[in-house]
């Protein structure tokens, strides 16, 4: 072969072994790697199913998935998604536990929301669980079914009726309140008595030591004994001329002072008194009254209001005592 046609036999080749050795690179990787696959292919799971009948409105239906496959574990499996997974189903939660032998279980909780007119056919739905290694366990569809809560129509005979009657609540023993309430009212009883006899008591012994109090309580006597005779009292005298009650009043003033009082001496009572100053104007018209009543009778001397100073005296000793 002549030289030039040797040299452009030899560069050919070389041309196409630079072509093919990227190809033949990449079939030598395939090779080494072994067998190259799209995807793997889905692993059936292993699945403890719940009980497919005998179900009504409430009740929740258990199902619990093995996480291995081939009999090694996942690792990490992303859970289902939460809420209802159509008309019957609401899915709870997942959680996983881990049995005796070691092994791990994802724990599925569906319950029957919906109650049906007659038994129905249901079904947990179908799952793919994926784990982090890239592996997806496939869970079937599990068919179960659930009942009516009542049947629609009953047997209305003997107490299988249509509605039950009203349960009669169980009666309460009421004695033990009766007897708290006997010990309350007599209680409250003795505490009313307490106190009206302490107010009696502290009015009588006001009416035996104090001088106003007496001579208050001696003109309401001068006064149910006048209305008793026909307005007169016991010397024919009526309502402030009764020289009695005059008396009364003298007596009294003259107790609180601690010596005979007149119309001069009225600074000392207000001294011994001070409580009596806010009266001192109808002392001063009583005084005056008093004299005209014993020493220069006039008839305006009846129409002084005599019970109402000594009420209003009696009142100001009370308010000084307490």
């Known amino acids: 072969m002549r030289p030039r046609a040797l040299l452009h036999a030899i560069g050919g080749r070389l041309c196409q072994a630079t072509r093919c050795a990227p190809m033949v690179a990449l079939l030598g990787v395939g090779y080494a790697g072994g067998p190259v696959t799209a995807a793997a292919a889905p692993v059936i799971a292993t699945v403890d199913e719940p009980r ?3 179900h009504v409105l409430g009740d929740v239906l258990t199902q619990r998935v093995l996480l291995q496959a081939n009999g090694a574990d996942l690792g990490s499996v ?4 939460v809420g209802r997974t159509g008309l019957w189903l609401e899915r709870r939660p997942a959680s996983v536990e881990t049995d005796a032998n070691g092994r791990r279980w994802m724990v599925i909780d569906y319950q029957i929301v919906n109650a049906p007119q007659t038994l129905t056919r249901i079904a947990l739905p179908a799952l793919t669980l994926g784990a982090a290694n890239g592996t997806q366990l496939q869970v079937a569809e599990w068919p179960a079914s659930v009942g009516p809560l009542t049947p629609a129509d009953v047997f209305g005979d003997g107490d299988l009726q249509p509605m039950r009657p009203d349960r009669m609540a169980p009666p309460v023993d009421t004695d033990g309140l009766y007897r708290r309430l006997g010990w309350s009212l007599g209680l409250l009883f003795a505490t009313l008595a307490a106190w009206a006899g302490w107010w009696c008591w502290r ?3 006001e009416a035996q030591r104090l001088p106003f109090a007496r001579a208050w309580r001696q003109l309401r006597q001068m006064r149910r004994f006048e209305r008793a005779n026909g307005g007169r009292g016991a010397g024919g005298a009526q309502g402030a001329a009764s020289p009695d009650a005059w008396f009364c009043m003298h007596r009294a003033l003259n107790e609180t002072a601690g010596e ?3 119309a001069g001496s009225l600074a000392g009572l207000i001294a011994r008194a001070p409580y009596l100053q806010p ?3 109808q002392l001063d018209h009583f005084y005056r009254m008093s004299a005209e009543r014993f020493f220069k009778p006039t008839p305006g001397a ?6 109402a100073l000594c009420r209003a005296l009696y009142q100001a000793e009370r308010r000084h005592q307490r």
Do not use: I, M, Q, T
Not at 302 to 307: G, N, S, V
């Open 203 to 205: 009015n009588w012994r």
């Open 302 to 307: 009846a129409d002084f209001p005599l019970e």
């Open 260 to 262: 005979v009082v007149h």
């Open 52 to 54: 497919a009948f005998g």
């Open 279 to 281: 009266l001192r104007a």
């Open 78 to 81: 992303s859970p289902p998604s």
